[in-house]
């Protein structure tokens, strides 16, 4: 019979060496600006906005997500426009600016 365990040469397997886990990764939240864009419009925003805006420190980021039901039309999408600096969100936040972000 082919493939019979008796048919089998022996076979030596290298001795195990200790890998030692490597430590999970350390996430880093940031503030960004988002903007609601018309699902049509969105494929040359997102170009527009990633020649001038680029996330370099960021490429794994999803730029484009679609809006929670109920959120605002189904038309439409969220996009990441850039990080939001601290000073900015400060002088936002002092000057009243409606949706400014808590830092």
Do not use: I
Not at 40 to 57: E, G, H, I, M, Y
Not at 62 to 79: F, N, Q, W
């Amino acid at each position: 019979r082919r493939g019979a365990m008796g048919d089998c040469p022996e076979t030596r397997l290298p001795t195990p060496t200790y890998v030692p886990p490597t430590p999970p990764p350390r996430l880093t939240l940031v503030n960004v600006w988002v903007a609601e864009v018309d699902k049509r419009q969105c494929n040359q925003v997102l170009k527009d906005v990633s020649a001038t805006l680029p996330l370099p420190d960021m490429p794994h980021v999803k730029r484009v997500r679609r809006v929670a039901p109920g959120d605002a039309t189904s038309e439409s999408l969220k996009m990441v426009l850039c990080v939001a600096s601290v000073s900015v969100l400060r002088d936002e936040k002092g000057a009243g600016a409606a949706g400014s972000v808590d830092t």
